[in-house]
Every structure is written in C-alpha cells, then in structure tokens.
Nanobody
C-alpha cells in the first residue's frame, strides 16, 4: 500500500509562493504517475498538476497553468509542487497521490477514481 504525506502548506499573502512536498513510501516511485489535487469545502477534489513516470510534458489545469510547477525526485521518493503568484482562489487543502502508469490528463481530470490519499496540507492565501 502506497502511503503519502503532504507538507509545506501555510498562510501566504497574494502574490507569494509556497513549495509543497509529498513523501511517498511503500512503493518505488519510478514506475508511478504522480499528481497534486486540491479541494475546498463543498466542492469536489480537482486535479491541478499531474506527471507521468516517463519524460512526458506534465498536465496542468487552466487554473494553475503558468504559475505552478510539478516535479519529482525518484531517488528521494518525493513529489513537489512549486506554487508562484498565489491568489486567494488557490486557498484549499492540497493532496498528492501516486498511481500506476496512466495518461496524465486522465489522472488529473478523473480525481474520483483515485482512492489513495495523504492527509493533505492546508494552503491559505490572503488578499
């Protein structure tokens, strides 16, 4: 069973930056697609950045494209999300997941098919 723990969230002013980390255990990350998702109260979890195990261009949702960047360090079994120019609309709980190989668009667009999540990390952006 893959276990995930997110960290790095916090309170930041609009225009600021944060870097989220996801520690993965119980699996070799090399062969997994990885992704970041977020959720706010009353709304479904949405995929915002997903990355395959191969050298394929990551997928980003329109809401974060150009501001967020996903990366991975297979040697450390870790996944990262660099978030720049944060806005109040980015306030949410952020989750990561790792799954067997899948097209990155599908991974992000079909959040409801994923069942293995970490506890999440809260990101709050003040105006």
């Amino acid at each position: 069973q893959v276990q995930l723990v997110e960290s790095g969230g916090g309170l930041v002013q609009a225009g600021g930056s944060l870097r989220l980390s996801c520690a993965v255990s119980g699996a070799t990350l090399d062969y997994h697609a990885v992704g970041w998702f977020r959720q706010t109260p009353g709304r479904e979890r949405e995929g915002i950045a997903c990355m395959s195990s191969k050298d394929v261009t990551p997928y980003y949702s329109d809401a974060v494209k150009g501001r967020f960047s996903i990366s991975r360090d297979n040697a450390k079994n870790a996944v990262y999300l660099q978030m720049n120019n944060l806005q109040p609309a980015d306030t949410a709980i952020y989750f990561c997941t790792a799954v067997p190989p899948i097209r990155v668009e599908y991974m992000c667009l079909m959040a409801n098919i994923h069942s293995n999540w970490g506890p999440g990390t809260q990101v709050t952006v003040s105006s």
